[in-house]
Nanobody
Framework: QVQLVESGGGLVQPGGSLRLSCEAS????????MSWYRQAPGKQRDLVAL???????NYADSVKGRFTISRDKAKNTVYLQMNSLKPEDTAVYYC???????????WGQGTQVTVSS
C-alpha cells in the first residue's frame, strides 16, 4: 500500500507560479512511476506530467515548457513546478503512483489549483 499526500495548491494570478508536492509513504517509492493528473469541473481526468522510475519525463502538450515534474527519492516526494499559469490550468490536481511490475495503482486526494485575477 502507498499513501499519497498532495500539497501546494491555491489561488494564483495568471502568469504566476505554484509548486505542488506529493509525498509518498508505505512502500518502496523507487519502484513507482509518478504522475500528476488534473480534472476540471465537468471534464475527464487528464495526464499532465509523468516521471518514470529511471527519471524520464513526459508532458501534456498544453503544459510543455511551463511545467516541470521532478522527484526526490530521498524524500519520497514528487514535485510539479508550474510556471506561467493560465486560467485554463484551473483544476484539481491529483498525484498518481503506478508500479509497472505489479500494476499497483494509487491516487492522492487531490489539491485545488485556481488561476484567476
Amino acid at each position: 500500500q502507498v499513501q499519497l499526500v498532495e500539497s501546494g495548491g491555491g489561488l494564483v494570478q495568471p502568469g504566476g507560479s505554484l509548486r505542488l508536492s506529493c509525498e509518498a509513504s508505505g512502500s518502496d517509492f523507487s519502484v513507482y512511476a509518478m504522475s500528476w493528473y488534473r480534472q476540471a469541473p465537468g471534464k475527464q481526468r487528464d495526464l499532465v506530467a509523468l516521471i518514470t522510475t529511471g527519471g524520464s519525463t513526459n508532458y501534456a502538450d498544453s503544459v510543455k515548457g511551463r511545467f516541470t515534474i521532478s522527484r526526490d527519492k530521498a524524500k519520497n516526494t514528487v514535485y510539479l513546478q508550474m510556471n506561467s499559469l493560465k486560467p485554463e490550468d484551473t483544476a484539481v490536481y491529483y498525484c498518481n503512483a503506478y508500479a509497472p511490475r505489479t500494476s499497483d495503482d494509487y491516487w492522492g486526494q487531490g489539491t485545488q489549483v485556481t488561476v484567476s485575477s
